[in-house]
């Protein structure tokens, strides 16, 4: 079982910074995408950025420039460090893993997730 606890959202200015961080317990061996994702109210989640297992790295465009993502197996962690924040970047944000099985079954694990809230 992984489980996955995030830390780091807040309330912020338009402008300004946070950094969120991901510890994640238990092995996440076949993880194919380890990173962040989001949800406004009334919206679908959206994956912001994202590692991949050959540690490629995904972002939204719509963050690209201002985001960045980054990982530490050793301590089993993942940060999102999110600069010039806009209050559409408003949301909740999920820190995810998503896998195959042997079997060949996808699997995946969402943590509580985390509120981010951008005034303007």
């Known amino acids: 079982q992984v489980q996955l606890v995030e ?3 807040g309330l912020v200015q338009a402008g300004g910074s946070l950094r969120l961080s991901c510890r994640y317990s238990g092995s996440i061996f076949g993880f194919e995408t ?3 994702y989001r ?4 919206k679908q989640h959206e994956a912001v950025a994202t590692i991949s297992s050959d540690s ?3 972002y939204a465009d719509a963050v690209k ?4 993502i980054s990982s530490d197996s050793a301590k089993k962690t993942v940060d999102l460090q999110m600069n010039n924040l806009r209050p559409e970047d408003t949301a909740v944000y999920y820190c995810v893993v998503r896998g195959v099985s042997d079997d060949g079954r996808g699997w995946h694990y969402w943590g509580a997730g ?5 005034s303007s």
């Open 39 to 42: 949800q406004e109210p009334g």
């Open 56 to 58: 490629s790295l995904e």
């Open 7 to 9: 830390s780091g959202g």
């Open 65 to 68: 420039g201002r985001f960045t």
């Open 114 to 118: 985390t509120q981010v809230t951008v």
């Open 34 to 36: 380890l990173g962040w």
